[in-house]
Each structure stands twice: as C-alpha cells, then as structure tokens.
C-alpha cells in the first residue's frame, strides 16, 4: 500500500507542477504581450506623424519617444521563459530560444534605438526625430521578422 501511495503522490506532484509551469508560462506570454502593448501605444501615434498622417506635435512626439524608451527598460527577456509558445497564445517562434543571443541583441538594440530617439525628440529638432524614428522603428520590425509568427 505505501509503494501506491507514493507513486499516487508523485503523480500528484508532478501534475502540479506542470500546471504550475503552464501558469508560469501563461503569465510570462501575458506579461510579454503587455509590455509589447505599452510599445504599440507609445508607437503608434510616432509613426502617423512621421507618415503624415496625423500632424506633427513635436510634445506628443517627445513623450511618446520617452515612453518608449521608459518602457524598452522593463525585463521584457524574462517574458520568454524557455517554452512559452505552441500551446499558448503566443506570436513566438521557437527560433527565439536556438538562437537567443541574437534575440537578445535585437531587444537590446531595441533598447538603444529608443533611448536615442528620446534623445532625439527632447532636441526638438523635427528632422532628427523623424530619422531617428526610422531607425527605432526598423530594429524593432527586425525582431519581429525573424521571431515573431504573422498574425
């Protein structure tokens, strides 16, 4: 009877764990897709200026360059826990954890590109800012080329 109970209390262990994995990993996707979140809002409003097609406010601008760059400074790599795809509602490739220096190097390209352009708006220098959002904008499309699955 104690060779039973101890496999039933293995089982049990081991069913709890992998829910708590999942959950991990549900939390992690979540938490990732927020914070990708913050970088479309802040984004968005950019690159209708920069297009033309919403006016040009140099303030708008600045803050939204600032946010970004605040926002480039969360742990977004905690966000992709080794596995957080397939079953989860993920947009993930698995490519990100065969190569994950790279991944890595893209984000914290990321976070260079936002810092400059944040830089770039506080100058108030319209032509700086629209450049500089070319360059935040292409490393932050870079990642999502190789990456990231199309919707």
Same mark, same amino acid.
């Given at each position: 009877?104690?060779?039973?109970?101890?496999?039933?209390?293995?089982?049990?262990?081991?069913?709890?764990?992998?829910?708590?994995?999942?959950?991990?990993?549900?939390?992690?996707?979540?938490?990732?897709?927020?914070?990708?979140?913050?970088?479309?809002?802040?984004?968005?409003?950019?690159? /209708?200026?920069?297009?033309?097609?919403?006016?040009?406010?140099?303030?708008?601008?600045?803050?939204?360059?600032?946010?970004?760059?605040?926002?480039?400074?969360?742990?977004?790599? *905690? +966000?992709?826990?080794? +596995?957080?795809?397939?079953?989860?509602?993920? *947009?993930?490739?698995?490519?990100?954890?065969?190569?994950?220096?790279?991944?890595?190097? &893209?984000?914290?390209?990321?976070?260079?590109? *936002?810092? &400059?352009?944040?830089?770039?708006?506080?100058?108030?220098?319209?032509?700086?800012?629209?450049?500089?959002?070319?360059?935040?904008?292409? *490393?932050?499309? /870079?990642?999502?080329?190789?990456?990231?699955? &199309?919707?």
């Amino acid at each position: 009877m104690k060779k039973r109970s101890i496999i039933a209390l293995l089982t049990l262990a081991t069913g709890i764990l992998t829910m708590q994995g999942a959950g991990a990993n549900e939390a992690a996707i979540e938490y990732r897709q927020a914070v990708m979140n913050v970088y479309l809002w802040n984004l968005k409003p950019m690159a /209708g200026m920069v297009k033309g097609k919403i006016p040009f406010d140099a303030e708008l601008f600045r803050s939204r360059a600032e946010g970004l760059a605040t926002a480039t400074r969360l742990d977004l790599l *905690s +966000g992709f826990p080794e +596995g957080s795809t397939d079953e989860f509602d993920s *947009s993930a490739k698995p490519v990100i954890w065969e190569k994950w220096p790279e991944f890595k190097g &893209k984000f914290e390209a990321l976070r260079r590109e *936002s810092a &400059k352009l944040a830089e770039a708006a506080r100058s108030g220098d319209a032509a700086a800012m629209k450049a500089q959002f070319g360059n935040t904008a292409k *490393s932050c499309g /870079g990642c999502h080329k190789k990456f990231r699955m &199309k919707k």
